[in-house]
């Protein structure tokens, strides 16, 4: 079949320009391949990571057809298949990874993605544990705890797509804190507190997701970043000692809500999360200019009214509730 990739190129600061080439290759062949091919008969200029072409490295990472994928998992006919079955030549775009700035064409510099990785202290402690005479042995379910964390390859397909990333330069993104739950998680780990208190802190850990699901969709090995850093907040929600900051006033708070009223009774909501039921004087000043406006456009709710189904959504919170609790003993 004839294909016509069209291919993203960019030089380091400078205007990004679409170049095309057709190929005539076969439905099982991957991306990967269609770019040697690009690159070897057509155009040499042209540059990409690639390693091991075998879905284990990661270094193929890049936007195909407007998501995040590995150039050398995704094929022609899948892409084809999704994206433009019914065209006469069908167009494959390419295109570099997100979040990061562009070195040259499909290259980018992930020096963020690595300094963010590093922030998370992704490395087993076990300096307070040293039994010199002794490995530190796991049983087989402490072990399989990891295994799905564990198979991240460090690829960046997630950090590409992230939203939070994109409004916020400060958080450190999904593959950085899936590594982080599997230290959490670790039996031989020593610093669980420590680890949580850090990831705890304000929109730079965990409370900095926007809970997309974009990268649980983009990643490779089903690695599920999303579902590790909803674990992290439970792990955090669930301790006493936590010092009770904003970020978890609005997740506790949220759900008190719903489950009192089935919807959020917004008068509640800005006064005990900002204003912290009135013990937050700054937080409860920074309200009154919004009170203000609402006020002047008669939006202010006076009073508030449950919705239909309440009792049914407390039952079903309480249910998710209970079985987490199950879950943990």
């Given amino acids: 079949m004839q294909v016509v990739f069209k291919i ?72 084809v298949a999704r994206f433009a079955p019914d065209a006469e030549i069908p167009e494959i775009t390419i295109a570099p990874m997100g979040n990061m700035p562009v070195i040259k064409d499909l290259v980018v510099d992930m020096s963020s993605f690595w300094a963010n990785l590093k922030a998370v202290d992704p490395y087993v402690s076990t300096a307070s544990r040293q039994i010199p005479e002794r490995e530190f042995l796991q049983s087989p379910e402490e072990r399989d705890k990891l295994n799905q964390t564990g198979n991240c390859i460090m690829c960046g397909a997630c950090y590409s797509e992230c939203n939070a990333r994109e409004v916020n330069p400060n958080f450190v993104g999904p593959h950085a804190l899936a590594k982080a739950y599997r230290m959490v998680e670790d039996s031989r780990d020593d610093l669980s507190d420590d680890r949580l208190d850090k990831y705890n802190q304000s929109t730079d850990g965990v409370w900095g997701c926007t809970r997309c699901y974009y990268c649980n969709a983009v990643c490779p090995m089903e690695v599920a970043p999303m579902d590790q850093i909803g674990k992290i907040k439970q792990e955090i929600l669930a301790r006493k000692t936590t010092e009770v900051t904003r970020s978890i006033r609005h997740r506790r708070t949220l759900i008190d809500l719903v489950k009192k009223g089935g919807w959020i009774d917004e008068r509640q909501f800005g006064l005990q999360v900002v204003a912290n039921n009135f013990r937050d004087l700054g937080g409860l000043i920074s309200l009154a200019p919004l009170g203000v406006r609402m006020l002047t456009k008669r939006k202010l709710p006076m009073g508030f009214e449950p919705s239909e189904g309440v009792k049914t959504v407390r039952s079903l919170i309480e249910s998710v509730q209970a079985f987490e609790a199950q879950s943990k003993r």
Avoid: F, H
């Fill in 8 to 79: 993203v190129r960019q030089d380091q600061n400078a205007a990004s320009r679409v170049e095309s080439y057709s190929l005539e290759v076969e439905p099982g062949t991957t991306i990967l391949d269609c770019l040697n091919r690009i690159k070897w008969e057509q155009d040499g200029t042209l540059a990409y990571r690639k390693n091991c072409r075998n879905t284990i490295c990661g270094s193929c990472s890049m936007r195909i057809n407007g998501r995040s994928a590995l150039a050398c998992k995704e094929n022609v006919g899948s892409e």
